[in-house]
């Protein structure tokens, strides 16, 4: 009974931010702008050239930066591990999260833009002043950047709470080091490394700010067409229609992306593998 008392806020807060806030989103998305009821915000979408580009867009990018921040963040998670201040420097990498987006966007404004910092060295350098800003490879770089934290930390835990027995034993068993990596230490960080997906894809396939300061009108995805709905051409329905779009889409990922958990429910399984078990343990000791 104490139980159910304590959860009655958190259902509160579910009903009240989540599922209230998505009701009223489905339903915004079946109006017109006269306030008609109709179906043609979802006709529109699904049959309009320039909106299934901006879904290839989003998902491209999406991709793109996630791929890019895993590369990055996995060898860092793992050589975080084997540092004795680990969670110093684990702290080190997660406290840029706690500055606003928005200064984060203005300072790279200042490094990537014209006579900025990186724009003055390369031209120190003898390779001129390109144009940096407002392209696709900076708003792929600091959308990285930004997302780096939330896929570190995941993978910093899986890879923290890694048995170390399980690598010495596959060391002593003759496995080299890809070995290792592939059938023992990828494997069992799995979890965190689809945490660190969901945490940095989703956000990724309704990005807005970014596109505006650092992309400019050069990137264009689904967030920046629900922003120009909603504040611009005031066509709520149609920005209704695209959120619940990327709703639906983020659902999917997570669906993909969810924890695997390995069920033993049948006795006949358990009583073999204890059979096997002792077995191995046997032959080892002969």
């Known amino acids: 009974m104490t139980k159910r008392i304590y959860s009655i806020p958190y259902f509160l807060w579910i009903f009240l931010f989540v599922i209230v806030p998505l009701v009223m989103l489905f339903w915004q998305s079946l109006f017109d702008l006269n306030g008609h009821f109709t179906l043609a915000n ?7 050239g320039t909106y299934l580009m901006m879904t290839w867009n989003s998902v ?37 999260t706690w500055v606003n987006l928005l200064l984060k966007a203005y300072a790279f404004i200042g490094i990537f833009g014209k006579y900025g ?23 792929i770089l600091v959308a990285s950047y930004i997302s780096i934290p939330f896929m570190v930390l995941p993978i910093f835990n899986a890879l923290n709470d890694l048995d170390e027995n399980l690598v010495k034993a596959s060391s002593d068993l003759g ?23 969901q945490a940095v894809f989703i956000p990724s ?15 264009i995805t689904l967030g920046t067409a629900v922003e120009e709905h909603f504040l611009t051409t005031q066509n709520w329905g149609m920005g209704s229609t695209i959120a619940v779009v990327l709703v639906i889409a983020m659902l999917l990922v ?33």
Request: aromatic letters at 12%; zero cysteines.
């Open 42 to 48: 979802y006709i529109l979408y699904f049959t309009s």
């Open 60 to 96: 491209i990018y999406a991709l793109i930066i996630t791929v890019v921040t895993l590369v990055i963040s996995y060898p860092a998670a793992y050589v975080l591990t084997k540092l004795k201040m680990k969670q110093f420097w684990l702290m080190l990498i997660i406290l840029p």
């Open 117 to 139: 910092s990186v724009d003055g060295f390369l031209s120190f350098i003898g390779l001129g002043r390109p144009q940096l800003l407002f392209t696709d490879a900076s708003f």
């Open 175 to 197: 496995a080299s080091k890809l070995q290792t990596f592939t059938q023992i230490i990828w494997p069992l960080s799995l979890n965190g490394v689809r945490a660190g997906v």
């Open 205 to 219: 396939l309704s990005l807005f700010m970014l596109t505006r300061l650092i992309g400019g009108n050069k990137v």
């Open 254 to 286: 997570m669906r993909l992306t969810k924890e695997k958990r390995i069920h033993t429910s049948s006795p006949s399984k358990k009583k073999w593998s204890a059979k096997s078990i002792k077995e191995t343990e046997g032959t080892h000791a002969k």
